[in-house]
């Protein structure tokens, strides 16, 4: 039998940005009652007082019986459902001023694409590590929230090893516009939605470089074959990959024009330096530190990972991104 959370339960959001507003506004939408938190004081007040989010979901209205705090315990009070939507180097941290708090038992939805820089763990063993909740599920997939916030129709699935905690949170999003597919493969469906964003940065420098479709086609099937292996070395199925949360998101954010990360590549392909394109970006470009996760998980699982380096090497060494394709195209002949 399938758990339900009950319309007009308490559904805290932990985080104000785009994502975690639209996830507020569909969550709403679906009859719950919704807090969100944020870290900034100033801007909770903005929006509860503004009913807008000018920073990360222009545009958009948000209804008035959403409320948002500073406060996190006064977010997670009572609520039935925890949904975590900041950004991953901060995941760690806000944890901690909520394991004090009275959630024992409160299912879980990690909404954030990451992988951990230092322990090089999936947001759900981050969130397992610090509260030792065993309710956790993970949602990912092709979900710009410029999009999805305007009710266009789009998919996503929710992950979890306990099959009645997906199905749960597949009734709990789903509506008209957005469809909710459920797997059981919580690692795949987590690296997926974690590594995209690095073969989203090589996508944008290939743009930035003025390079065309066929070299983004390029990135965009090797770069999948590497998240692929990865995947499987470190657990995965490899048909998560071909799924939403692998070729679904991957796709997206290769291609949008709303793409965080493909918009840090292109710049660095028009020759800005990554500290200056950083400290000018009111959002997370998460695929930067995603990037040296990858880069440290390949050597630890011992994965080749070519496009992955290279992009690591842009990053965190300087090196020329033209150089990098260079390196790339000349490696040695092999068979698909």
């Not at 999936?122 to 997939?141: N, P, Q, T, W």
Request: glycine fraction near 10%.
């Amino acid at each position: 039998m399938t758990m339900v959370i009950e319309k007009g339960a308490r559904v805290a959001v932990i985080g104000d940005g785009g994502w975690g507003t639209t996830l507020a506004i569909l969550l709403h939408n679906k009859g719950y009652k919704v807090s969100v938190w944020g870290p900034f004081a100033d801007y909770i007040q903005l929006l509860n007082r503004k009913r807008k989010s000018p920073k990360f979901l222009p545009g958009i209205r948000i209804p008035k019986e959403i409320f948002f705090s500073a406060d996190i315990g006064e977010v997670v009070d009572e609520s039935s459902l925890i949904v975590l939507v900041v950004p991953s180097h901060f995941l760690r941290g806000v944890l901690v001023r909520m394991k004090g708090l009275n959630i024992s038992g409160t299912p879980i939805l990690s909404a954030t694409k990451g992988i951990e820089n230092d322990t090089l763990m999936r947001m759900s063993e981050v969130v397992e590590d610090v509260l030792g909740s065993s309710k956790i599920a993970a949602l990912s997939g092709p979900t710009i929230s410029y999009e999805v916030a305007r009710g266009i129709p789009a998919t996503c699935v929710v992950s979890s090893e306990d099959a009645q905690l997906a199905r749960e949170m597949q009734n709990t999003l789903m509506s008209g516009y957005f469809r909710v597919y459920t797997s059981s493969d919580i690692i795949g469906v987590e690296l997926g939605g974690a590594l995209k964003n690095v073969v989203a940065i090589v996508c944008g420098i290939s743009d930035g470089l003025g390079f065309g479709a066929n070299t983004k086609a390029a990135i965009l099937t090797r770069g999948l074959v590497e998240i692929s292996r990865l995947g499987l070395a470190m657990g995965a199925r490899p048909e998560t990959f071909s799924g939403l949360s692998g070729l679904g998101d991957l796709v997206t954010t290769c291609i949008s024009a709303h793409g965080r990360n493909r918009w840090v590549g292109e710049q660095i392909g028009k020759g800005k330096k990554l500290k200056d394109i950083l400290a000018k970006m009111e959002m997370v470009a998460e695929g930067v530190k995603t990037t040296k996760s990858a880069f440290m998980l390949a050597e630890r699982h011992k994965v080749e990972m070519p496009i992955t380096a290279q992009v690591y090497a842009v990053l965190y060494e300087d090196k020329d991104p033209h150089l990098a394709v260079q390196e790339l195209m000349g490696r040695q002949k092999k068979a698909e």
